[in-house]
């Protein structure tokens, strides 16, 4: 259940309906089964290189489409900064950029079974 970016949706309405759910098949002498999946870092470990030849393979993706979609990852970089101190720059080769609008896209295609 999705109850993120969603209005008048929050954790606690998600926890709500769960456990009315639950309750209403236990009253009804049902099973209940309850998956939990934390996909909180999940479009941090999207492989670039994977979901490229994914794309070009799996989903026919090819010339003017496929550059489009390797200029979108490359020469991507990340650095941290604290206090007005900033680390070294490196290479980021995982994940998509956070807020992105391609995230969720990148997601489904990089992993469709975890999307039921």
Same mark, same amino acid.
């Given at each position: 259940?999705?109850?993120?970016?969603?209005?008048?949706?929050?954790?606690?309405?998600?926890?709500?309906?769960?456990? *009315?759910?639950?309750? @209403?098949? &236990? +009253? $009804?002498?049902?099973?209940? /089964?309850?998956? !939990?999946?934390?996909? #909180? %870092?999940?479009?941090?470990?999207?492989?670039?290189?994977?979901?490229?030849?994914?794309?070009?393979?799996?989903?026919?993706?090819?010339?003017?489409?496929? *550059?489009?979609?390797? @200029?979108? &990852? +490359? $020469?991507?970089?990340?650095? /941290?900064?604290? !206090?007005?101190?900033? #680390? %070294?720059?490196?290479?980021?080769?995982?994940?998509?950029?956070?807020?992105?609008?391609?995230?969720?896209?990148?997601?489904?295609?990089?992993?469709?079974?975890?999307?039921?």
């Amino acid at each position: 259940m999705q109850s993120a970016y969603r209005r008048y949706h929050s954790t606690e309405t998600a926890l709500l309906k769960i456990t *009315n759910d639950i309750y @209403s098949e &236990f +009253d $009804a002498h049902q099973s209940t /089964v309850l998956v !939990a999946l934390d996909q #909180s %870092a999940a479009f941090d470990c999207i492989d670039q290189k994977i979901m490229i030849s994914r794309l070009q393979h799996t989903f026919g993706v090819t010339d003017q489409a496929l *550059n489009w979609f390797v @200029s979108y &990852f +490359d $020469a991507r970089s990340m650095f /941290v900064r604290q !206090a007005g101190t900033s #680390s %070294a720059t490196t290479a980021c080769n995982y994940g998509v950029p956070q807020g992105s609008t391609l995230g969720p896209v990148f997601q489904l295609i990089h992993c469709p079974s975890c999307h039921l």
